[in-house]
T-cell receptor, first 113, second 114 residues
Framework: DTGVSQNPRHKITKRGQNVTFRCDPI?????LYWYRQTLGQGPEFLTY????????KSRLLSDRFSAERPKGSFSTLEIQRTEQGDSAMYLC???????????FGSGTRLTVV | GENVEQHPSTLSVQEGDSAVIKCTYS??????FPWYKQELGKRPQLIID?????GEKKDQRIAVTLNKTAKHFSLHITETQPEDSAVYFC?????????????FGTGTRLTIIP
C-alpha cells in the first residue's frame, strides 16, 4: 500500500469516552500532519511531526488531545473525555519534505453522541 | 497567523465552459499555494500548486495564477467535464522551521451541469 492509511474509518463514541486514531504514513515520508475537518469547512491544522519530534501544535489542540509518533513511523491521536464538539473528520497527511507534496489519508470520521 | 479567504462558496457551470475560483491570503510571507480537490466522502487530493517565484502554472485543463502584490491566487479549469464536480480548497503556507502547515480556505463546491 503506497498511500496514507487511517484507522478506524468511522468511530461513534459516547460523550466522555476516550478515543484513539491511528495513521500510517507513506513509508519514506518523514513528515506527518493531523488536521480536523468539519462539514462545509476546509481542513484545520492540529499538529505535525518531523520523524518522532512533534514540532508544532495548534491552539485548537486542547489538553484533551494528544498525539504521538514514537518511532517516527505511525502516529496516534488520542482524544480524552470526548465532547460533542469533537465530532469531525480527522485527517492525517504525510510528506517527504515540508508541506509540499502532502498526501492525505481518507480520514477517521468521529461522531460523539 | 495566516488567513485564507475563498470565493465563491458554490459555483455551477455548463459542461465545456470554464470555472474560476479565487483566494486571497493575508500574510505576505506565504510562498506556497496548493489547490486540493475533494470528492464526496473522499480524501483531499492535490491537483496543482504554485510557488511565489512563479506567476502562473498550467497542467492540461487546470491552471493557477498568483498575484503576490495583491495577495491573491486563482484556479482556472477550462473545458469542464462532469468529473470536475467536487469541492475545491485553496491553501497557503508560510515557510520556516516550526511553522510548517497549510492554512485552507473554506472551499468551493463546483457543479458541472451536463
Amino acid at each position: 500500500d503506497t498511500g496514507v492509511s487511517q484507522n478506524p474509518r468511522h468511530k461513534i463514541t459516547k460523550r466522555g469516552q476516550n478515543v484513539t486514531f491511528r495513521c500510517d504514513p507513506i513509508s519514506e515520508h518523514n513528515r506527518l500532519y493531523w488536521y480536523r475537518q468539519t462539514l462545509g469547512q476546509g481542513p484545520e491544522f492540529l499538529t505535525y511531526f518531523q520523524n518522532e519530534a512533534q514540532l508544532e501544535k495548534s491552539r485548537l489542540l486542547s489538553d484533551r488531545f494528544s498525539a504521538e509518533r514514537p518511532k517516527g513511523s505511525f502516529s496516534t491521536l488520542e482524544i480524552q473525555r470526548t465532547e460533542q464538539g469533537d465530532s469531525a473528520m480527522y485527517l492525517c497527511a504525510s510528506s517527504l519534505a515540508r508541506v509540499e507534496g502532502y498526501t492525505f489519508g481518507s480520514g477517521t470520521r468521529l461522531t460523539v453522541v | 497567523g495566516e488567513n485564507v479567504e475563498q470565493h465563491p462558496s458554490t459555483l455551477s457551470v455548463q459542461e465545456g465552459d470554464s470555472a474560476v475560483i479565487k483566494c486571497t491570503y493575508s500574510d505576505s510571507a506565504s510562498n506556497y499555494f496548493p489547490w486540493y480537490k475533494q470528492e464526496l466522502g473522499k480524501r483531499p487530493q492535490l491537483i496543482i500548486d504554485i510557488r511565489s517565484n512563479v506567476g502562473e502554472k498550467k497542467d492540461q485543463r487546470i491552471a493557477v495564477t498568483l498575484n503576490k502584490t495583491a495577495k491573491h491566487f486563482s484556479l482556472h479549469i477550462t473545458e469542464t467535464q462532469p468529473e470536475d464536480s467536487a469541492v475545491y480548497f485553496c491553501a497557503a503556507s508560510i515557510p520556516g522551521f516550526g511553522n510548517e502547515k497549510l492554512t485552507f480556505g473554506t472551499g468551493t463546491r463546483l457543479t458541472i451541469i451536463p
